[in-house]
């Protein structure tokens, strides 16, 4: 068991950065791969980003790439995502979730896929 809580949302002008934190509780937590995911009002929850249960692989969403970081601490049973060059499109609730390592390399975009999720937290990019 798994259990998730995101925090580090907030309102923020375009162009500006933020940090989400995810800190897990459970023994297992370094068994898990983790993602981040969101969702906009009327839209579908869409993959933000994932990183493998080491911490050695990552993904990420074309729209994001080059301006989102994921990153784990193991040590911490935290996975952070780093927000830079925020845009108001990037506006939504941000999620994270927990999916069997064995899972990842196959599934790390499907929502479906994962196990366990935090409740979100709210990002607002101000233009």
């Known amino acids: 068991q798994v259990q998730l809580v995101e925090s580090g949302g907030g309102l923020v002008q375009a162009g500006g950065s933020l940090r989400l934190s995810c800190a897990a509780s459970?023994?297992?937590?370094?068994?898990?791969?983790m993602g981040w995911f969101r969702q906009a009002p009327g839209k579908e929850r869409d993959v933000v980003a994932a990183?493998?249960?080491?911490?050695?692989?990552?993904y990420y969403a074309d729209s994001v790439r080059g301006r989102f970081t994921i990153s784990r601490d193991n040590a911490k049973n935290t996975v952070y995502l780093q927000m830079n060059s925020l845009k108001p499109e990037d506006t939504a609730v941000y999620y994270c979730a927990a999916i069997p390592w064995r899972n990842y390399g196959s599934s790390w975009s499907k929502s479906d896929e994962y196990h366990y999720w935090g409740q979100g937290t709210q990002v607002t990019v101000s233009s």
């Open positions: 459970g023994r297992t937590f370094s068994s898990y791969a």
């Open positions: 990183i493998s249960w080491s911490g050695g692989n990552t």
